[in-house]
């Protein structure tokens, strides 16, 4: 074959026409093979094979993330990443290149934000993420609000769980923010939202309960000025993660697992390199954090959240609530959580920490399987006895005592 790439290349280099026929006598192939490779210039055209990657197997899930709404190449390679490992899927650099190659394709929203820097510990950027929506995969729908807090300094982030957007619920998730981050900035940063401002001809006036908790906090609330340079860029820049939740649409088993993805994202968030500071938001708040003052009195601060109930755990696991009793895990016996009820579901707290989620109804028991089975191992030394078949009878035994 070599022979007669190179003699074709004298006769091209020569100018001159070879005889195909003679050519084919000669070398034992087909005169139109021989011309074809006087077409191309007296080289065998090589078909070029795409090479094989460790994301093909995945190739149809990535198209169908992709397709979803607002979701992002990083959200999808996280997506991969959280249910395949990295070691399977391979580098964020791969990812990006694969779906590049392949021509497989995302719309991309650029929103342009004016930067305001500002000193360690003086600013907390607030916004609510709202009207949000998921997907279980058996269909159910969670409509829910995220309050999203940015330190202006380190970048340092923090989204909050809630189902509306009261006052209440403003002061709420202040509060869990404030006391996950263990001190108070020189001020708030927000919008003039409902929650905080009440707006009459043009005239803007914080609510009572707001102004209330400045002067006992010591933290101002400063509302954002219209079309103002001074704006809440980073902590709405620190939002378009949240599109990272819409590749789990459609995945999650309930709500508890959503907050667990939210709990999964506020990690993300801080450890991802900020593209300003070119630092992960998480190093610069261990020396903003420094900056900020103490916390307000604990009581003080559980004061201004309506309707939360403080209880100790007892041995049995049931709090409770309106006469009916509520499971959390053994972990918090005789330990003080927070009971706060939401619309037609009971959230309990430690500290910031969601420990689970019930339903309120008018059953005396409400037992978690899972609470209940771990309370039993722990209990019952016997490991030759079935436990999730004697979880699964007293849990019949006691729906039927305490039933409606």
Not at 113 to 133: F, I, M, S
Not at 196 to 220: A, L, P, W, Y
């Amino acid at each position: 074959m070599n022979n007669l790439q190179g003699e074709l290349l004298i006769y091209q280099h020569m100018n001159m026409k070879p005889n195909f026929s003679e050519l084919a006598r000669i070398y034992g192939l087909d005169r139109h093979t021989i011309s074809n490779y006087w077409k191309q210039g007296g080289i065998k055209k090589v078909k070029e094979r795409k090479k094989r990657s460790c994301l093909d197997p995945y190739q149809e899930e990535i198209k169908r993330l992709l397709e979803k709404p607002g979701v992002s190449k990083k959200a999808a390679y996280e997506y991969l990443k959280d249910h395949y490992g990295q070691e399977s899927i391979g580098s964020y650099h791969n990812f990006r290149s694969y779906t590049i190659t392949r021509d497989i394709k995302v719309h991309k929203i650029v929103t342009p934000h004016v930067r305001y820097e500002t000193k360690p510990g003086n600013q907390l950027q607030v916004d609510w993420k709202e009207n949000l929506k998921m997907t279980t995969k058996y269909g159910e729908i969670i409509d829910f609000h995220l309050m999203s807090s940015t330190l202006g300094y380190s970048r340092y982030h923090l989204f909050i769980y809630s189902k509306s957007k009261t006052t209440e619920d403003f002061l709420r998730c202040t509060i869990d923010t404030l006391n996950h981050l263990g001190g108070t900035p020189h001020h708030i940063l927000t919008d003039n939202m409902s929650a905080v401002v009440s707006i009459t001809n043009g005239t803007r006036k914080k609510h009572s309960k707001i102004q209330q908790f400045e002067k006992d906090t010591n933290m101002k609330i400063k509302l954002c000025k219209v079309r103002s340079p001074e704006t809440k860029g980073k902590d709405e820049s620190a939002n378009r993660f949240v599109n990272w939740l819409k590749a789990y649409d459609g995945e999650i088993e309930d709500e508890k697992e959503l907050m667990d993805l939210i709990e999964q994202l506020n990690q993300k968030v801080n450890q991802e390199i900020n593209q300003t500071t070119k630092i992960p938001p998480y190093v610069l708040f261990q020396k903003e954090k420094e900056y900020l003052n103490p916390l307000p009195n604990k009581v003080l601060l559980d004061s201004y959240v309506d309707e939360v109930i403080t209880q100790t755990v007892p041995p049995t696991l049931l709090v409770t609530y309106k006469g009916s009793g509520y499971s959390v895990p053994i972990k918090f016996i005789h330990k003080r959580i927070k009971i706060i009820p939401i619309k037609n579901k009971l959230y309990l707290y430690y500290n910031t920490e969601l420990i689970t989620v019930h339903e309120i109804n008018r059953n005396r028991f409400h037992y978690k399987t899972d609470h209940y089975q771990e309370a039993l191992r722990q209990s019952i030394h016997n490991k030759e006895l079935d436990i999730e078949m004697i979880a699964k009878e007293n849990l019949a035994l006691l729906e039927k005592l305490g039933g409606k």
